[in-house]
């Protein structure tokens, strides 16, 4: 029996070796290629790339500010009010943070452009793109696309805030406001901070928003520049890695910070006792205001940008726009018999999408496995590793992979092929089949393994007909969480697509570009539809097997 256990520790141990192995070609090596040999760290001395920077961080502070604006009143309505017993809200205002950035900008950019949708209903608003197409209306936008993240994290905060602290402070005399100032906003601070970091680092990393609407007013940031010296000829990698080895430092700093305030900001709320929530009652006025207030959200977070998505995807000729006899499906049925590079666009988003979730699901599934059943120091540096894409962001990665595998093209032919794509999105989706599965592996009992073996059953026998089907609904979920973010991956694809390969993103950003903008609609209607219909395909047949 002991030599048994012995010949399973040592064979966990080479998969587990090779596994680490493998990660660090995979990630590290490109991470480092940032770092190694650059030449070029003068480029931060440059004054545009200067400008760049206090760009980049005054945006992502104000998308912080106005993002919280948005999401503290929203969390404190759905968690301490009455209108908490609507818990659909939880769904409609996950929408905007499930909706491709740059799809949401061009839904936002054609209703508020000059002569855009917005003024032919309303004439009267004529001048408005003036206010729209500036640095307020970016925050807007972008803010738009990244408050449900906050709204969740806070409205959790303040669910696990007990009542009795509100109602002792209310037998002291304390008012609503300063019961507010005093017990709800503390508590809070910790959790805040931590999703303040999260979204300022999702806004330093984003690219589709800047690309479509910030290039138009003229406002480069970290992934504008990277992109661009990485693309545009003459193409530079060493300053574009300059710059991306900055925005990972900024990154790997927020992520530090999060870690010390998360240890720091910790208050003792749940207990052995569950404790009472209460929700208040509201009276008519303030219930009309919340009313109002969650329609507002509604409406510029999701029907703005959707309705100028799906208007413009039905419009037959553009220049007579909002008029009656100017709709019809037109644009869906030329994607699919007419438009042929949108039939190859689609295929190889569909290509890439289950070949990258597929190697994603069993590669971070044979990880899992071997790190839950190793007892070696060495699982928390393989673990490391696997989840440090899901710290940085993912135009640099991709840059690290870019510039790797084009140093080894002579050695292994990767780089300008379809191969390089699929093993980025691996690369930059791995940490979703990871999470995933972990969180099921820590739900099984290590009774059961251990009942197994007690009948003599082999570690294969064990994995096959205990670990597996306790894991397989997280396997499914990490699967297609990395269908979803493949099928619609932009950066990845504006970056090392190979010539005149075109995916769905990269067709729809084109399409844009070039005027032809109900095609491009028309496709990024069918992209939403499909990622949706399959993450509620996903969640029905995972609460049928709960």
Same mark, same amino acid.
């Given at each position: ?132 197409? =500036? ?43 300063? !019961?507010? !100032? ?45 992109? !661009? ?22 990154? +790997? ?115 899992? +496995? ?24 993912? +135009? ?47 739900? +099984? ?40 973010? =493949? ?6 694809? =504006? ?52």
């Amino acid at each position: 029996m002991k030599n048994a256990e012995t010949a399973g520790t040592i064979k966990n141990q080479i998969i587990l070796t090779i596994l680490t192995v493998a990660l660090a070609v995979l990630i590290l090596c490109p991470v480092a290629m940032l770092f190694i040999g650059n030449k070029s760290w003068s480029v931060l001395a440059e004054k545009e790339n200067f400008q760049m920077i206090l760009n980049s961080l005054y945006l992502g502070i104000s998308v912080v500010i106005v993002s919280t604006l948005i999401a503290f009143p929203l969390a404190f309505i759905f968690s301490k009010t009455t209108f908490a017993k609507y818990k659909f809200a939880d769904v409609v205002f996950m929408i905007p943070f499930m909706t491709p950035p740059y799809i949401a900008s061009m839904g936002w950019i054609l209703f508020m452009q000059k002569r855009g949708l917005l003024q032919q209903l309303l004439p009267f608003t004529k001048g408005w793109e003036n206010c729209f197409f =500036s640095f307020k209306g970016l925050v807007l936008v972008m803010s738009l696309h990244v408050f449900p993240f906050m709204y969740t994290m806070l409205k959790n905060a303040m669910l696990n805030i007990p009542q009795s602290l509100d109602e002792a402070a209310s037998v002291f005399g304390a008012k609503f406001f300063r !019961r507010l !100032r005093k017990v709800n906003i503390p508590l809070l601070l910790g959790n805040y901070a931590i999703a303040a970091l999260l979204v300022l680092v999702k806004t330093l990393s984003e690219y589709g928003t800047p690309a479509t609407l910030g290039r138009r007013i003229g406002f480069d940031v970290f992934t504008i520049q990277i992109h !661009r010296y990485a693309t545009v000829a003459p193409v530079n990698f060493d300053k574009a890695s300059a710059l991306s080895a900055v925005l990972t430092l900024i990154c +790997i700093f927020m992520w530090a910070m999060q870690n010390l305030i998360t240890e720091k900001s910790r208050w003792n709320l749940v207990g052995t006792r569950t404790a009472r929530t209460g929700y208040k009652k509201l009276k008519f006025l303030p219930s009309l205001i919340c009313k109002i207030y969650i329609v507002v959200v509604i409406f510029f977070a999701i029907i703005i940008p959707y309705f100028s998505i799906i208007s413009t995807s039905l419009i037959k000729l553009q220049g007579f726009g909002l008029k009656a006899g100017n709709f019809s499906f037109m644009n869906y049925v030329m994607l699919f018999t007419e438009n042929q590079k949108a039939i190859k666009a689609l295929l190889n988003s569909l290509f890439l999408a289950v070949v990258s979730a597929t190697i994603c699901a069993v590669l971070g599934t044979l990880i899992c +496995i071997t790190i839950f059943n190793s007892k070696s120091k060495l699982k928390k540096v393989t673990e490391g590793i696997s989840l440090l894409p899901e710290m940085l962001p993912g +135009i640099v990665l991709v840059l690290g992979i870019m510039i790797f595998w084009n140093r080894l093209y002579k050695v292994v032919p990767l780089y300008n092929t379809m191969g390089i794509m699929v093993l980025a999105y691996v690369v930059l989706f791995l940490p979703y089949t990871i999470q995933y599965v972990n969180s099921s592996l820590s739900q +099984i009992s290590g009774n059961l393994i251990s009942a197994g073996k007690v009948f003599g059953a082999s570690n294969s026998f064990l994995f096959r007909k205990i670990t597996l089907p306790l894991i397989m609904s997280g396997i499914a979920v990490g699967w297609m969480m990395t269908f979803i973010i =493949s099928f619609r991956e932009l950066v990845t694809a =504006s970056l090392i697509a190979p010539p005149n390969v075109l995916v769905v993103s990269t067709f729809i950003t084109r399409e844009f570009e070039q005027g032809s903008v109900s095609s491009g609609m028309a496709m990024a209607v069918i992209c939403v539809l499909f990622t949706t219909t399959a993450l509620l395909v996903l969640n029905y047949f995972t609460k049928r097997k709960k």
